[in-house]
């Protein structure tokens, strides 16, 4: 029997691209399309066993909360996280002992490894930045992948017991050196053309190390999200980044 999945945020592009791809896979059926005044109930989620969350970062954690109180497992996609409302998702879960809820920062196979990656090569450069691309279009920065490609730097460099990174910067009026995320510069483009990149810099005396994704097409998204739904019924509780599930 095919497994019933719902989308909320159904009219907006990842929504597009999510449901698309829902409708176009063997043992899926999109059974709910949501969106912007749609109340999330059981009645609404029609027989969803699970919920795909693409919204906004101000719309996401009442969402889930909503998802979680209908049982039904959650798969979002959706930025703006803090520890505060992830602390928020796990103690509704705890009242509900068996739904699942996978929160990513991003889906694409290419910028999970790049986040994997750049925490494996934190240790071993001095300097390390963070410059993400974008299309106009997007309503928050810096985007959730890149705060998380900075925190998992900054952790690394914590376990590996470095200090903070070289730089002689004494004014800087305009915020040109980017955001500073635990210690790591963040530097946000957006840019008409583009989709969703990445670049992570390292360097060193004599030497840099680039690594870099670029998701061209949202189609990129969708086989994270397919992993996600597969996997969610058999991970109760908050699971974080997909790097979890692909044990990275
Ligand atoms: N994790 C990942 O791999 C990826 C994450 N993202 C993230 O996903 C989110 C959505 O991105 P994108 O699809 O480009 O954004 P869009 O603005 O294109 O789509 C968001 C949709 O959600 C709707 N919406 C707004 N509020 C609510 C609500 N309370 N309940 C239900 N639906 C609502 C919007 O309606 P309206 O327009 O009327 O407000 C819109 O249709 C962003 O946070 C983005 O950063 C994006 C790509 C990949
Ligand atoms: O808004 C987007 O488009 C994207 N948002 C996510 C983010 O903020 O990291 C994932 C991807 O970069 C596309």
Redesign the pocket.
Known sequence: MAMKVAVIGAQGRMGHAISAGIESTDGLELVARLDAGDDITAESLNGAEVAVEFTRPDATLGNVLACIDAGVHCVVGT?GWTDESLAQVKERLAGTPGTGVIIA??YALSAVLAMAFAARAAAYFESAEVIEL??PN?V?AP????MTTAKHIAQARRDAGMGAMPDATETDPHGARGADIDGVRVHAVRLRGLT?HEEIVFGNPGEQLTIRTD?FDRASFYPGVLLAIREVANRPGLTYGLDRIMDL
């Open positions: 930025t920062p991003n974008h299309h997007k928050d985007s959730g992948t890149a969703a998701s």
